[in-house]
């Protein structure tokens, strides 16, 4: 309970935050990786921190915090659940059998910073610069600020560089532990195979949704379409294509109020932490509600496991980020 009540006083009260000078945290703010204006912006630092896997797992969700913080703690709880009253009469089962069933909703606590604000330009490029493509993607983005009227918003999403800087930051530079890319698939991809045992340097291993525990610093990715997948099989024979998916870095899990509290970026504009439903069967690991428990779940089908100790299931709490908003 004083973890949700810590959670619901930043969102609801903290304004964006500035990042924790060097001393006290010691993060490159992605902001240092490029300079230049809209339209002649470019990436002058492309290099990553490099360390052992073993030493990741809590310095990916101190990062992670800080860069929630700087986006104005922007938050989602997907806790909620909404049920539909329907007017006198009118019989669900004649429209939607779904129409009068529960459904998974989301309350925004708080809306942050978001990606069109100019001060947000040298962050996002910051995040793009720790994956191969960023270069390109620079150009491309500086042309369509030069030939855009009025505000222009990244023309690539943005969610798989932020994942791969903070990997970046955290000490994962070696791309035999993390393949850090301007897409979530290829580092999944990299995390099925370290599975399989064909990447035994890989810092995550992929599973199932519910076949482990889930810890602060492990990846929880969902596809999207109407033919998206639901499991890691799923995925193996379309491994190296295109599929549209989306990971978050998991910060904090709260397993008697049922809930786990993931932070992504270009989630709404902006990087934003999400709290999901969780439950537990029996002795089992506990796991996030997906779409095959409740109406409007997401479809998640793959925990990426970091091959690392665990640390304290409330890491977000103790991160400098948090410890500096708390006094």
Same mark, same amino acid.
């Given at each position: 309970?004083?973890?949700?009540?810590?959670?619901?006083?930043?969102?609801?009260?903290?304004?964006?935050?500035?990042?924790?000078?060097?001393?006290?945290?010691?993060?490159?703010?992605?902001?240092?990786?490029?300079?230049?204006?809209?339209?002649?912006?470019?990436?002058?630092?492309?290099?990553?921190?490099?360390?052992?896997?073993?030493?990741?797992?809590?310095?990916?969700?101190?990062?992670?915090?800080?860069?929630?913080?700087?986006?104005?703690?922007?938050?989602?709880?997907?806790?909620?659940?909404?049920?539909?009253?329907?007017?006198?009469?009118?019989?669900?089962?004649?429209?939607?059998?779904?129409?009068?069933?529960?459904?998974?909703?989301?309350?925004?606590?708080?809306?942050?910073?978001?990606?069109?604000?100019?001060?947000?330009?040298?962050?996002?490029?910051?995040?793009?610069? +720790? *994956?191969?493509? %960023?270069?390109?993607? !620079? #150009?491309?983005?500086?042309? /369509?600020?030069?030939? $855009?009227?009025?505000?222009?918003?990244?023309?690539?999403?943005?969610?798989?560089?932020?994942?791969?800087?903070?990997?970046?930051?955290?000490?994962?530079?070696?791309?035999?532990?993390?393949?850090?890319?301007?897409?979530?698939?290829?580092?999944?991809?990299?995390?099925?195979?370290?599975?399989?045992?064909?990447?035994?340097?890989?810092?995550?291993?992929?599973?199932?949704?519910?076949?482990?525990?889930?810890?602060?610093?492990?990846?929880?990715?969902?596809?999207?379409?109407?033919?998206?997948?639901?499991?890691?099989?799923?995925?193996?024979?379309?491994?190296?294509?295109?599929?549209?998916?989306?990971?978050?870095?998991?910060?904090?899990?709260?397993?008697?109020?049922?809930?786990?509290?993931?932070?992504?970026?270009?989630?709404?504009?902006?990087?934003?932490?999400?709290?999901?439903? +969780? *439950?537990?069967? %029996?002795?089992?690991? !506990? #796991?996030?509600?997906?779409? /095959?428990?409740?109406? $409007?779940?997401?479809?998640?089908?793959?925990?990426?496991?970091?091959?690392?100790?665990?640390?304290?299931?409330?890491?977000?709490?103790?991160?400098?980020?948090?410890?500096?908003?708390?006094?």
């Amino acid at each position: 309970m004083r973890a949700a009540l810590i959670l619901l006083a930043i969102a609801g009260a903290a304004q964006a935050a500035p990042r924790l000078p060097r001393e006290a945290f010691d993060v490159i703010p992605p902001s240092e990786r490029v300079t230049g204006p809209r339209g002649d912006m470019r990436v002058v630092q492309s290099a990553c921190r490099t360390g052992p896997t073993s030493w990741a797992r809590r310095r990916i969700v101190d990062v992670a915090a800080q860069e929630w913080a700087f986006f104005g703690f922007q938050t989602a709880d997907a806790t909620v659940v909404e049920t539909r009253a329907l007017p006198d009469g009118i019989v669900p089962e004649a429209l939607n059998p779904d129409l009068a069933q529960p459904r998974q909703g989301r309350t925004f606590l708080r809306l942050g910073r978001w990606e069109s604000e100019r001060g947000a330009d040298a962050t996002i490029a910051g995040y793009w610069s +720790a *994956t191969p493509d %960023g270069p390109d993607i !620079l #150009r491309r983005q500086n042309r /369509a600020w030069e030939d $855009g009227e009025g505000e222009v918003n990244w023309i690539e999403p943005w969610s798989a560089a932020f994942v791969s800087w903070v990997m970046c930051e955290a000490g994962l530079g070696d791309m035999g532990q993390f393949q850090r890319d301007i897409a979530h698939r290829t580092y999944i991809d990299q995390a099925i195979r370290a599975r399989d045992g064909q990447a035994p340097e890989a810092a995550y291993a992929a599973h199932d949704i519910g076949e482990t525990e889930v810890e602060p610093g492990d990846l929880l990715c969902n596809a999207r379409g109407s033919e998206a997948y639901r499991t890691i099989a799923d995925r193996r024979p379309d491994m190296g294509e295109f599929a549209p998916t989306h990971c978050d870095i998991v910060v904090r899990v709260d397993a008697e109020a049922g809930r786990i509290a993931i932070i992504g970026g270009n989630v709404v504009n902006g990087v934003t932490l999400t709290l999901l439903p +969780a *439950t537990r069967e %029996g002795s089992g690991p !506990l #796991r996030p509600l997906i779409e /095959a428990d409740i109406i $409007g779940g997401r479809r998640l089908f793959a925990h990426l496991k970091l091959r690392a100790d665990p640390v304290e299931p409330n890491a977000l709490d103790h991160s400098p980020t948090v410890r500096a908003l708390s006094g």
